[in-house]
Structure formats: C-alpha cells, structure tokens
C-alpha cells in the first residue's frame, strides 16, 4: 500500500506512448490501485478520498515531468529541416504539423512534430531547427526549443502530490478505530 505512488508513477509513465494498449494497461494497473489504497484507509470518506484525488493529480503531473525529464537527460539532438507544414482544425484554433527531415544518418527520415510538441507559428518551411529524439523511440519526438529538462516548479508539484499521498496513507492506516 506504501507503494502506491510507485504504482501511479509507472501508470503515468506508461501514458506517455502514443499505443492505445499501453494507455489501457495504466489505467488497469492505476485505477484498481488507487481504489484498494483508498479502500485500505479505512471506512469514512477522509484519507482514503484525499488518497485517490491526490493519486488522480500525481499521474496527471508526475508522467509529463518524467518525460520532460527523460528526453532532456537522454534525448538524441539532431538536426533537420522543416520539409512541409501543415494545418488541420481544432476546436477553438487551427492546429499545426511541421514534418522534420533529418538527413544527418546518411538517410533522409521524417518526423512529425504537432502544435504542442513545439511546432509554433515562428517556424516556416525550409527553416533549420533541432530534433530531440528517444533513442527508445517511447517518447514522441519534439523539437529543442521545447526541451528544457524538469523544471523546479514541477519537481516541488511531483513531491508535494507524493509526500500528501504517502501521509494520508500512513494516516488512514494508523488512526484508531470506534468499536
């Protein structure tokens, strides 16, 4: 039960693969987690609860920054030229894809880079910029403007979210029962 965060931090890292069956695998292993690490607390809605809301923020904020994280720490810089963009609609805005060749290898090889991996409104076509790539190909490519390592903020988030969780744990399965 102590290592539940443990079991929130695999689930959120496995999200981060873009393979629908690696997001359902996380979610079997999370929900059912939280949920016997609530129900473990004890009877009444107060540390079992506060164990599922903070479990449910932890997943949420420790898989990006293990991401963040990952890419900064092991991600290959390469360098590529913006070969075509191309939009699409969202909701509210116009999206965008910039298709990136890398010819450094020797072979030419195309990444796709969306709005919200680093593909802004300041790129234009033929523009030199720099991939950062997993070498274990988990992680989707991102351009290096939008790498810049985990930043405090989210460390001190990604602790805090672990230190409550683990309180609120030792705490339901310490406080004293009526009868």
């Known amino acids: ?26 979610a079997c292993l999370v929900l059912p987690g939280l949920v016997i690490a609530g129900a473990m607390c004890g009877p009444g809605a107060g540390p079992g609860t506060c164990v599922a809301i903070l479990g449910f923020a ?61 593909c802004d409104e300041s790129l234009e ?11 274990d190909g988990w992680l989707a490519t991102r351009l290096s403007n939008d790498v810049s390592g985990l930043s405090s903020g989210m460390a001190w988030t990604c602790g805090g979210l672990f230190a409550g969780m683990e309180a609120f744990i030792l705490y339901g399965r310490t406080r004293r029962r009526r009868g």
């Open 1 to 26: 039960m102590v290592g539940t965060p443990l079991v929130v931090a695999v689930g959120a890292w496995l999200v981060q693969s873009d393979s629908l069956l690696w997001m359902a695998v996380a």
């Open 58 to 118: 932890l997943s949420v904020f420790v898989g990006p920054a293990m991401n963040d994280l990952v890419l900064d720490q092991r991600g290959v810089r390469h360098e590529g030229v913006i070969a075509k963009i191309e939009s699409y609609h969202k909701k509210y805005e116009a999206g965008r894809t910039c298709f990136v060749e890398r010819s450094d290898s020797g072979r030419t090889q195309t990444y796709e880079v969306n709005d919200t991996i680093g």
């Open 125 to 135: 076509p033929r523009q030199r910029v720099t991939l950062v790539v997993d070498p």
